[in-house]
């Protein structure tokens, strides 16, 4: 079977994340990331703490300086955005063994580090049509 004959018949565009669904999940993430420590119980490991703390706040930043639906300031592209939340999201889920403490904790940064490369693989960057919008 060739790799076009693997999507034959399927509508690929059904298995992508708009833009504004990706910037609520983004938040999401990104706060969930800011709270993990305390909320899974690692917050006395310092750098496996230190880890999605940073990779959250960095996450937000990336939103509030994205244009799109959902950035305040828009200093950079959607493209950019989506290329930083694949290298965030590879380096927390590499971060337990890249900085030794995968003896002690690696699942919720695995987890969700493989979550936030999902998320921009998946994700269409196409701009949300808006009420009265006409495609050209």
Not at 43 to 72: H, I, R
């Amino acid at each position: 079977m060739t790799p076009a004959g693997l999507n034959a018949g399927m509508d690929t565009d059904l298995l992508r994340i708009s833009r504004p669904v990706h910037g609520v999940i983004h938040y999401v993430i990104s706060l969930v990331l800011v709270l993990a420590p305390w909320a899974e119980g690692f917050a006395q490991e310092k750098t496996a703490a230190l880890v999605p703390v940073g990779v959250g706040v960095l996450g937000l930043l990336n939103s509030l300086c994205t244009d799109y639906e959902f950035g305040l300031i828009p200093l950079i592209t959607f493209s950019a955005h989506l290329a930083l939340d694949t290298a965030f999201g590879l380096l927390l889920a590499a971060s337990p063994w890249m900085f030794g403490f995968d003896d002690r904790i690696s699942t919720p940064h695995l987890m969700f580090g493989l979550l936030q490369v999902t998320s921009a693989v998946l994700t269409r960057n196409v701009p949300a049509r808006t009420p009265g919008s006409h495609s050209r």
